[in-house]
């Protein structure tokens, strides 16, 4: 939780079942989390690459993929007002995103075809954690742990992919992978040493924005890997 400062803003008071470890309404009275920028890793960069893989007609998936890393929209949001409406903005994308990147690593040898069987185990797992969590418990443990298991199952594929099929891209994976590690090990430092922080930290060491620049720089790298295996499939034998 945030440091208990008594700080108004634009946005009124929170009403979030989450507040990070940042002090409100600092630095403008329209943002109460000023992390909020960090965000824009997780925007501009993503729409750029869904345009870009839409122009070279690329399958429908990889832009998927990008859309779903600009979740970023979402986490400015909430970071911004710290309102419940936006922080499911923030959350629920995540797991959605999350499960796009889960399909394209369970059916990567798969060009312009649809699978079904997957595709419907994960919306069953969309809408589970959905109506249990925003409709039930609204526990944003529950939340944490389900995206986990998904990240879970990516990380895994991922490494099956670069081990047993395609080890020329083990580099681009393991980077991917240690970035996206970092910002989840600052992620945690920042929550459970946040009482203990010293107070008025600086905007460019708040351990959450940085969660947001690794973890968003990690994920873009990781769609990359996706593009670093899908050209393969299209190379013609030599004769």
Avoid at 71 to 79: E, L
Avoid at 80 to 91: I, K, V
Avoid at 129 to 140: A, H, I, M
Avoid at 178 to 194: A, R, S, T, Y
Wanted: aromatic content about 18%.
């Amino acid at each position: 939780m945030a440091p208990s400062i008594d700080r108004q803003g634009y946005w009124g008071r929170p009403t979030s079942t989450l507040e990070w470890c940042e002090e409100n309404y600092v630095v403008s009275f329209y943002i109460a989390e000023f992390n909020t920028v960090s965000n824009l890793i997780m925007i501009l960069p993503p729409l750029y690459g869904a345009v870009q893989t839409f122009r070279d007609g690329l399958e429908f998936r990889y832009i998927c993929s990008f859309l779903g890393l600009s979740v970023g929209v979402g986490s400015w949001c909430f970071h911004m007002t710290l309102l419940y409406e936006m922080q499911l903005l923030d959350e629920l994308p995540m797991i959605y995103s999350t499960c796009v990147f889960v399909y394209c690593y369970e059916c990567f040898k798969q060009e312009n075809g649809i699978s079904v069987f997957p595709i419907v185990l994960l919306v069953i797992f969309s809408v589970s954690v959905t109506l249990q969590v925003y409709l039930q418990w609204k526990e944003p443990v529950f939340h944490q742990v389900m995206y986990a298991a998904l990240v879970a199952c990516l990380v895994l594929r991922s490494i099956f992919i670069v081990t047993r099929v395609y080890p020329w891209l083990r580099g681009l994976c393991y980077t991917s992978l240690g970035i996206f590690l970092l910002g989840f090990l600052l992620w945690n430092i920042d929550n459970i040493f946040c009482d203990s922080l010293p107070p008025g930290v600086g905007v460019a060491t708040q351990f959450h924005a940085w969660w947001h620049i690794f973890t968003g720089l990690g994920s873009y790298l990781h769609i990359l890997l996706v593009f670093g295996v899908w050209p393969t499939l299209h190379i013609e034998p030599q004769k």
